[in-house]
């Protein structure tokens, strides 16, 4: 089974502030993606507006990390195009897409031991700015994600978990904007929740959800269909380097596309929240993730 995506408009839901006339800021148009001789991405197209989060979702193996991967321009693609508020992405320089675009990506590893503080002010190397505005900017990523107090410890000495929220206090310093700026901003986070306490995972989502409110395009990859379903405007299901369903949690969170894109059976049960699926069927799909 395969659902049609839904339009631009229909993407858009009424809670957030981008209009339904809203240029993308993100749009990827007819991407095709190998791994050696394989075609990991086929064909694939979508756009994402400003003031909405976009949940990708997909069994291991969908493709999901490639296309993340491609849409940072850290992966060459073989064919189709890529563009930032309408600039051709590989055109862009280094420094200009840092000011649009903040990346967390899964690896949160480090070689070299600097402070949290230091790797959280890596987010503003892109900006010139005031020494005053960049510590503010900086304290503000570091309160948010809870840090200041962990502020002077050396990176290498952090748990996974916290290595985590340090790199997503990195990119928040990066995407927070003075009136200066253009405000145009998009946020990548490649399963941001990995290695998070509960209490973490609801509200780093909660924060990136409060962050589309305010006017960014965010896209990330969950593997938990209920988290997703609580914080995104927008779910997109991936399985074999295409796009199954994409649309409101309410609307593509259902059994079918389920057993299609996980192979489980299950129950889904309409909560204040949005869509509540209980997972009755184990997955049979076990191919390796991209």
């Known amino acids: 089974m395969k659902v049609a995506p839904m339009s631009a408009v229909e993407q858009n839901p009424t809670n957030i502030k981008a209009k339904p006339t809203a240029s993308p800021a993100l749009r990827v148009e007819n991407l095709w993606v190998d791994r050696g001789t394989r075609s990991v991405i086929q064909d694939l197209s979508l756009s994402l507006l400003p003031g909405g989060l976009t949940a990708l979702l997909g069994p291991n193996g969908a493709g999901k990390s490639t296309l993340f991967e491609a849409i940072s321009g850290t992966l060459s693609i073989n064919r189709g195009h890529i563009s930032l508020y309408g600039e051709s992405l590989n055109l862009m320089s280094p420094t200009k897409r840092a000011q649009y675009m903040g990346v967390l990506h899964q690896d949160t590893e480090l070689s070299f031991g600097l402070t949290v503080r230091e790797v959280v ?14 510590k503010l900017f900086v304290e503000r990523a570091l309160d948010q994600m809870k840090l200041s107090v962990l502020s002077h410890r050396s ?29 145009k901003k998009t946020i990548l986070a490649d399963e941001p929740t990995a290695a998070l306490d509960l209490s973490y995972q609801h509200s780093l989502l909660a924060r990136l959800r409060s962050l589309a409110q305010e006017g960014a395009a965010v896209l990330t990859i969950v593997h938990d269909v209920n988290l997703a379903a609580r914080y995104a405007d927008r779910i997109i299901f991936l399985k074999a380097g295409e796009i199954v369903a994409d649309g409101t949690p309410a609307a593509v969170i259902c059994p079918p596309v389920l057993q299609t894109v996980f192979g489980v059976e299950a129950q889904v049960e309409a909560r204040d929240f949005g869509p509540l699926a209980i997972i009755s069927g184990a997955a049979n799909n076990t191919s390796k993730e991209n």
């Open 121 to 134: 002010t890596l987010g503003r190397l892109a900006f010139t700015e005031p020494l005053a505005q960049q």
């Open 155 to 183: 990176y290498l000495t952090l748990s996974g978990g916290e290595k985590r929220r340090v790199q997503m206090a990195r990119v928040l310093a990066q995407v927070l904007h003075s009136e200066e700026d253009s405000g």
